[in-house]
């Protein structure tokens, strides 16, 4: 695995099988030279679909059961037998929207380890925890539900940075990310927000070993470019 981590997170786009299977392809193509570990989340529904060399596949949710009576739900085992190699565990729309609690997060995350798929476990405040000063607090209980064990990393996204346009500042980046670190010594991703624009400063910030992209993840030439700034 390469130092630095580029991770693609789709979430619920793009609208068809064509468009993800070109996206796909043309992200495949632009980052094949970069030297980063370079993943990509697409929906489930796609992960069959996609033909790529140069980009590791990871699904955006997981159950922590094999099989059963779980309608709905998609499997470790499943993921592994259509090529996903990571999950994403505890985005903050799973929590926020869908309801998922620390419990369930911990469950998932050790059924992944279990079959052998790495984790990208996502942690992050919400604006009313920053503006009360609880941020670090609230980072420190959602850690403990981490499985602190080889293959799984952390991806910090402070929610209110999320989809917005707004990013953490490289100093508040650089603090969560050293806290992160003395909870728990593995890789820390940053996510909200990152551009082509601000790739750069973020990339220099200490402690930030990769970024986990939404919004730009979709549009190639961005994505090139936050690949670049993180290469350097
Ligand atoms: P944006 O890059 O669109 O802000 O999304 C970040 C994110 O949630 C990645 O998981």
């Known amino acids: 695995m390469e130092r630095r981590i ?3 997170n789709w979430k619920m786009n793009p609208q068809s099988a064509e468009e993800a299977v070109e996206l ?3 992200l495949d193509r632009l980052l094949a030279p970069l030297p980063l570990t370079k993943l990509l989340f697409p929906p489930f529904v796609f992960l069959p679909l996609l033909e790529v060399r140069n980009l590791t596949i990871g699904a955006q949710n997981v159950f922590w059961e094999e099989k059963g009576a779980y309608t709905g739900e998609v499997s470790p085992p499943m993921l592994k037998s259509v090529g996903a190699e990571w999950v994403l565990v505890g985005h903050s729309e799973r ?7 620390d ?3 911990k469950r998932k995350a050790e ?4 079959n052998g798929l790495k ?8 604006l009313k925890d920053r503006e009360a000063g609880r941020h670090f607090e609230v980072i420190r209980k959602q850690l403990e539900y981490v499985p602190k064990r080889e293959g799984v990393v952390i991806a910090y996204e402070p929610v209110w940075a999320i989809g917005t346009g ?13 806290f992160i670190k003395e909870i728990f010594n593995t890789k820390v991703l940053y996510g909200g927000s990152v551009k082509g624009h601000n790739a750069k400063e973020l990339a220099s910030t200490e402690g930030v070993d990769g970024f986990l992209v ?4 979709l549009k190639p030439s961005e994505f090139y470019k936050i690949g670049e700034a993180l290469a350097e």
């Not at 059924?111 to 279990?114: E, F, G, H, P, T």
């Not at 984790?119 to 919400?126: A, L, N, Q, T």
């Open 111 to 114: 059924a992944a380890l279990k």
């Open 24 to 26: 796909a392809r043309e």
């Open 166 to 178: 707004k990013n953490a500042t490289p100093e508040q980046i650089g603090e969560m990310h050293a």
């Open 119 to 126: 984790v990208v476990f996502c942690v992050g405040e919400k």
């Open 103 to 105: 419990e369930d997060l």
């Open 214 to 217: 939404g919004g730009a993840s």
């Open 95 to 101: 929590r926020n929207i869908l309801g998922e609690r």
């Open 6 to 8: 580029l991770a693609a």
